[in-house]
T-cell receptor
């Protein structure tokens, strides 16, 4: 019940296209859902986060869509660029503890 | 922008040896964490630390592991007797406080530990 399932494992998108990564969770106590971006040899960096009281959050080219009833959330990267090529992790947390449960990660490659 | 600093970036050790991984969290942060990532796998929570004590630990964090904040700036992870399966990238993280913007967790660049 503590798992966060992420798909796809890898994704190839053409420059300018939309990248979509999906996550699903079981624990309804989760109340904070961040997305992290990780480049090789670096630590995860917070990209965008959402709480379950809103269905969508947008920051620049990055949008989180949240479906509370389905217990799913997704990251959309609009106008994908080669510089977006990285591994993306969804995560979940409850109670503000900072103990993040991460998904398995999605390796995104944006082709020029 | 302030960042979490980890040293060393790479650590090679022999099985059974003790290692200490070092971290300098962001200066006004109050909550500190260690996570690890085995090659090709997801990031996993190890331990959280607040007010000079462990607040939560995972089943991975057994008696071989310990954490310490020896002074006002450093946060360390000690593995007493390393095993082959301890080989992983270890990330230190910190955050300011709970709720709102303070919930943002900032990660260091990691220490790649290789146990031979």
């Amino acid at each position: 019940q503590q798992q966060v399932k992420q798909s796809p494992q890898s994704l190839i998108v053409q420059k300018g296209g939309i990248s979509i990564i999906n996550c699903a969770y079981e624990n309804t106590a989760f109340d904070y859902f961040p997305w992290y971006q990780q480049f090789p040899g670096k630590g995860p960096a917070l990209l965008i986060a959402i709480r379950p009281d809103v269905s969508e959050k947008k920051e620049g080219r990055f949008t989180i869509s949240f479906n509370k009833s389905a217990k799913q959330f997704s990251l959309h990267i609009m106008d994908s660029q080669p510089g977006d090529s990285a591994t993306y992790f969804c995560a979940a947390n409850h109670g503000g503890t900072g103990k993040l449960i991460f998904g398995q990660g999605t390796t995104l490659q944006v082709k020029p | 922008e302030p960042e979490v600093t980890q040293t060393p970036s790479h650590q090679v050790t022999q099985m059974g040896q003790e290692v200490i991984l070092r971290c300098v969290p962001i200066s006004n942060h109050l909550y500190f964490y260690w996570y690890r990532q085995i090659l090709g796998q997801k990031v996993e929570f190890l331990v959280s630390f607040y007010n000079n004590e462990i607040s939560e630990k995972s089943e991975i964090f057994d008696d071989q592991f310990s954490v310490e904040r020896p002074d006002g700036s450093n946060f360390t992870l000690k593995i007493r007797s390393t095993k082959l399966e301890d080989s992983a990238m270890y990330f230190c993280a910190s955050r300011k406080f709970t709720g709102g913007e303070g919930e943002k967790l900032f990660f260091g660049s990691g220490t790649q530990l290789s146990v031979l």
